[in-house]
């Protein structure tokens, strides 16, 4: 039965993430109709988001730790119910800063809510084909713009943007809460067992302990500059080929084909790090992502921007979930939420970098050129930071006399 219902942990990991990175990433499309309705600047509307992005950071590993304490379960849950909440509230800001307040700090927050929690479960269910594993749940979080943006954009074509975001709620809930009832613990955790099995990695290691290592200040630091090499790329992208003349139509398709590439590479990763070790897979996806985004510099024709998208959305949707492999396979079980959660704070904190850093590098020298060569360099760094990751040595075990 455990092994059948694994299958099940994995399914509504990545539609709980694909609704609540969805409706997280529906104010984009939300942003000109808000703007005309209200009056409120498009830089107003947009900050919400940012808001969101630092929201994610701090509660990311709040939720991780709760979810070692109660379980994955009711922290899905608690978040799920609270997004829906959050949203349907949002929908009814008279205010700019209402609007930021509900939006950004409660939907960000209760997005966090999702993705160290489900993590930490995926990789407690798997013994083998853990790399599939989460990257499936990841897959599922990827397909968000592909299918809750385009839903957002075809409800704003018919209702106002208040109503259509009211809508996103609801479906929010109706999703959402009944994937979160699925959610169980581990079996290695469940019964009130406290996840020490004879093969589990470094058993008594305390969550104190674990945060003071150097191990998982490597995996931080590694994830923030993975996330701030693509975090700048993915947002100006669009915008850097309207300025080599290309309609905006086609620019926003880059995107989409970017997107499209990031399912097969989430697949991709997972099966060869499962087959050649996760971490060696992840450092060489460092260097190839590096390249990658420095590519961009270089195209300045739509057929170019694809095939720059196609390996660069590949990679860097690819290495994400490799991180949570790496943290099982070096840290308890009984911690997985507070470790994947301080990883994805960094990466939030990475993420929120890049659209205000190329903003300002824009501005400054009238080029994204220097920008892509700025997240070449963070990428080689996020690379040679990850290679210094050494695994706990291990204690050896001497019989008596």
């Known amino acids: 039965m455990n092994s059948a219902y694994r299958w099940v942990i994995v399914a509504a990991g990545g539609l709980l993430g694909c609704v609540a990175i969805g409706a997280m990433f529906s104010l984009p499309v939300f942003l000109r ?20 992005f630092l929201a994610m950071a701090v509660a990311s590993m709040l939720w991780g730790s709760l979810s070692d304490r109660f379980g994955p379960g009711p922290v899905v849950l608690a978040g799920s119910v609270m997004l829906a909440a959050s949203l349907a509230l949002a929908s009814r800001a008279e205010s700019l800063g209402e609007f930021q307040l509900l939006f950004g700090l409660l939907v960000g ?10 993590m930490a479960a995926v990789t407690g ?41 009211l809508i996103i709620a609801g479906i929010a809930a109706v999703l959402m809460i009944p994937a979160a009832l699925l959610v169980r613990r581990p079996p290695a955790l469940d019964g009130g067992r406290d996840g020490t099995a004879a093969d589990e990695p470094h058993a008594d290691m305390t969550v104190r ?22 975090s700048g790329p993915i947002f100006h992208t669009v915008s850097y080929a309207v300025t080599c003349g290309i309609p905006m139509i086609a620019a926003v398709s880059i995107y989409s084909i970017e997107g499209l590439a ?12 499962d087959r050649f070790g996760a971490q060696r897979v992840l450092v060489l996806g460092l260097l190839a992502q590096a390249f990658g985004v420095l590519a961009y510099a270089f195209v300045d024709r739509l057929g170019g921007f694809y095939a720059v998208a196609v390996m660069v959305g590949f990679i860097y949707a690819g290495t994400m979930p490799l991180y949570a492999v790496i943290i099982r396979e070096n840290f308890p079980l009984k911690m997985m939420g507070t470790i ?9 904190l990475g993420m929120s970098t890049g659209p205000l850093l190329g903003g300002l590098i824009y501005d400054g020298f009238g080029s994204y ?6 997240s070449w360099g963070m990428g080689l760094a996020a690379m040679l930071i990850l290679m210094a990751f050494r695994p706990f040595p291990q204690r050896v075990e001497t019989a008596p006399a």
């Open 262 to 273: 990031g399912m097969f590479g989430r697949i991709g990763f997972g099966l060869a790090g």
């Open 125 to 165: 269910w798997f013994d083998t084909g853990r790399g599939l594993a989460v990257s499936l749940v990841s897959a599922g979080m990827g397909m968000a713009p592909m299918t809750m943006a385009p839903l957002a954009a075809w409800l704003v074509t018919v209702h106002d943007w208040r109503t259509a975001m």
């Open 33 to 52: 109709p808000m703007a005309q309705d209200t009056g409120w600047s498009v830089t107003g509307i947009s900050t919400a988001m940012t808001i969101g």
């Open 109 to 118: 927050a209760a997005t966090a809510a999702v993705f160290a929690p489900m």
């Open 369 to 374: 050129a220097p920008m892509y060569v700025g």
């Open 340 to 348: 994947i959660g301080g990883t994805a704070m960094a990466g939030s």
């Open 209 to 230: 302990d674990a945060l003071r290592s150097p191990q998982f200040a490597i995996l931080m630091l590694a994830n923030f500059f993975c996330c701030a090499t693509h």
